[in-house]
């Protein structure tokens, strides 16, 4: 698992449903993401997605991009992220 900083910048909508965006930092190079985090039914589920070009920048520095968005899904869900000042982690998640 390749070791990643993780900013959520906004979210919005609820404990039910919520879209999330920020970037990722892998050593000195930052990549913007989007995600959908669903809660409930069978527990907390994301899906996070990348554009294709910084697919491309992940693939020119030797990255597997499959491989980082499923540590940037399971950040996200573990709950491993920066929140934005004033934005409480229970807005969007259930405690």
């Known amino acids: 698992m390749t070791d990643m900083d993780i900013h959520v910048e906004s ?5 039910m ?5 920020g970037r990722f930092e892998i ?6 993401f989007s ?3 669903f809660g ?5 589920n994301i ?5 294709k070009k910084t697919i491309k ?6 990255y ?3 491989e980082i968005i499923d540590t940037l899904q399971h950040n996200l869900i573990q709950g491993r992220l920066n929140l934005p000042e004033g934005l409480q982690r229970e807005s969007f998640a259930d405690s």
């Open 17 to 21: 449903a919520a879209k999330i965006t």
């Open 64 to 66: 597997d991009p499959d």
């Open 27 to 32: 050593g000195d190079d930052s990549f913007e």
């Open 40 to 44: 409930r039914i069978g527990g907390q």
């Open 11 to 15: 979210v919005d909508g609820s404990q």
């Open 47 to 51: 899906g996070a997605k990348l554009t």
């Open 57 to 62: 920048e992940i693939k020119s520095l030797g």
């Open 35 to 37: 995600a959908i985090a």
